[in-house]
Structures are given as C-alpha cells and as structure tokens.
C-alpha cells in the first residue's frame, strides 16, 4: 500500500463584537518530520490495518514511473489534494485520493484518504476509506 504525502492546514478567522473579522491568514509553512496515523474506516474493503509511520514533507513521495500525480493546495495553504493512480499495465492497479487540513501553525493535520486496489483487469476494485491524522514527533 502507499500513502502519499499531502501538505496541508486550517485557516482561523479573528473577530468578534460587532468589528469586521479580519481575513483568514495563510497558514504556516509545513516542513520536517510528523508521525502520520491511520484508521481505516467503513467501507474498508481492502482490509487496511490501523498503524503509523514517521514522514518527512520535505521529501515527495518515491517517484514510480508507473503511478501518475496530480496534487493541489488551496491558496491560503490550508487545505492540499491529491490524486494518485499507478498500475502495471498488465491490469495490476492501485488508486489514492486524499484530502487533508492542517492546524493554522502547522504542527498537525487531519484528513480522509480513499484507497482502491485491484491485482488484474477481472476484479473488482477492493476500496478502502482511511482517516489520516499528522502530527509533530
């Protein structure tokens, strides 16, 4: 299975009384280390296992020549999609969505990945949904 990295966080409003709120702020930069956790969710098709793993943002993910990417962060630098299909091309496939919100200051996020895998062109796709949370070590 493969997770994909996401960078990504949460914009707070300020404001209160009858003053104008201020405009969300950009949120701060991510870079470093975080234990990312996950828990797999209804469906889970796949059978996914709960579990963690320390990932580095400032390193992509490890570029596979048969997965295609395609990932899209929010212009406040909050929120971060990405899509992700790899396959074989004998009809061996695997296909990721995520979806991820960080904290304002950077130091965690949360977010819901969908994880389809199919070992050749006959099967039907098994699809899992996992809940990701990232956090500073």
Known sequence: MRLA??????????????????PPKDCAPRSGTYVLTVAPQAPNGCALKPGSIVVNVDSPPADDPTCTS???ESADHCKT?????????????T????AVTWDADGNGG???MTYA?????????????????????
């Open 5 to 22: 990295l996401v960078y990504f966080v949460v914009a707070i409003g300020c404001g209160g009384g009858s003053e104008m709120a201020a």
């Open 70 to 72: 395609d990932v899209t």
């Open 81 to 93: 999609n990405l899509t992700q299909t790899c396959g074989d091309g004998v009809g061996k496939s």
């Open 95 to 98: 296909s990721t969505t995520e």
């Open 110 to 112: 949360t977010g819901i």
């Open 117 to 137: 895998y199919s070992a050749n062109l006959a099967d039907t796709p098994c699809v899992s949904t996992v809940r990701m949370t990232y956090a500073r070590p």
